[in-house]
């Protein structure tokens, strides 16, 4: 062992290492097993108590659980849908612009350089009963006489929710398809048009297939975003009214510091993980299909 001498990638390496065990790991660990307990946190000698799988079979039966878990998968597919299509209308816009293309793409990124606590306070104040700017602007137009009750009738409140996601994250889409139509060569196109291709077809049988990777790259960011929705979330409603807009995360931080039951929102917090790894997959394997569609046909 006298011999022996300590490599020095390892010793670069050692302190990052260290911290990465200290700040993720150990905690990662921490809280796996803890799910696996009856931890509360008013009585910390649970923590030692192991009962198995039953926090996880607790949550099968548990309705409240599931009603958030479809809630939350309702809020991903409708925003992920919404900031597509609006990212590719505003892409192809921008693409076509002829000046000013630098200044529009620089505000086109705005809504990405805001903290989603300041969106959710944003939107809490805009969509207001009383001294909100959209009651405001609807009766000075005449179109209602009355307050509209955007955050206290909750499928309206889910609704404002979704409004302020896709304000916050169209841009994503925006600028990943901008950057595919950017990248884009110009002699297909050109081509379509001799062959006689209305803009219909030349955008589905030769644009979107050449963008859509870039499309299901901005999905799998956004996915995994939505799916931990938190944020936005907790400053506009905090789950209500009545819990009619609680999702997976607002749900666990209820679980773990209101009710103060740590092991059940652990066990929640990792089935919930299920939900991004699902959609995660999903997008990969669309956008490995997407790229090999791309290879063979350009």
Do not use: H
Request: proline share 5%; net charge positive.
């Amino acid at each position: 062992m006298k011999g022996w001498k300590t490599p020095a990638p390892f010793l670069l390496l050692l302190p990052a290492v260290i911290v990465l065990a200290a700040v993720v790991i150990v905690p990662l660990l921490l809280s796996l097993y803890s799910s696996f307990t009856p931890f509360r946190l008013t009585r910390p000698d649970t923590f030692w108590i192991f009962i198995g799988v039953r926090n996880y079979l607790r949550l099968i039966q548990d309705r409240e659980f599931w009603v958030a878990f479809g809630r939350t998968i309702l809020l991903l597919t409708v925003a992920l849908n919404l900031e597509m299509l609006l990212g590719l209308g505003l892409a192809m816009l921008v693409e076509k612009a002829t000046r000013g293309q630098r200044a529009l793409r620089t505000v086109m990124m705005f809504p990405m350089m805001f903290s989603p606590l300041l969106v959710g306070f944003q939107f809490k104040f805009m969509f207001n009963d009383n001294v909100g700017l959209v009651n405001n602007a609807l009766q000075a137009l005449g179109i209602t006489d009355q307050a509209i009750p955007w955050l206290i009738d909750g499928n309206l409140a889910l609704f404002s929710i979704v409004v302020a996601e896709v304000w916050s994250s169209t841009s994503v889409f925006a600028i990943l398809i901008l950057a595919g139509l950017l990248a884009m060569p110009k002699e297909p196109i050109e081509a379509a048009k001799v062959d006689g291709c209305t803009p219909w077809q030349t955008f589905r049988y030769v644009t979107w297939p050449f963008i859509m990777p870039f499309a299901f790259i901005a999905m799998t960011i956004r996915s995994l975003d939505v799916a931990r929705a938190y944020d936005i979330v907790k400053i506009m409603t905090d789950g209500g009214p009545a819990r009619r807009t609680e999702l997976l995360w607002t749900l666990v931080s209820r679980t773990a510091y209101a009710d103060a039951k740590m092991g059940v929102a652990n066990a929640m917090a990792y089935f919930s993980i299920l939900l991004s790894i699902v959609f995660t997959v999903y997008f990969y394997r669309k956008l490995a299909a997407a790229r090999a569609q791309v290879g063979t046909e350009w």
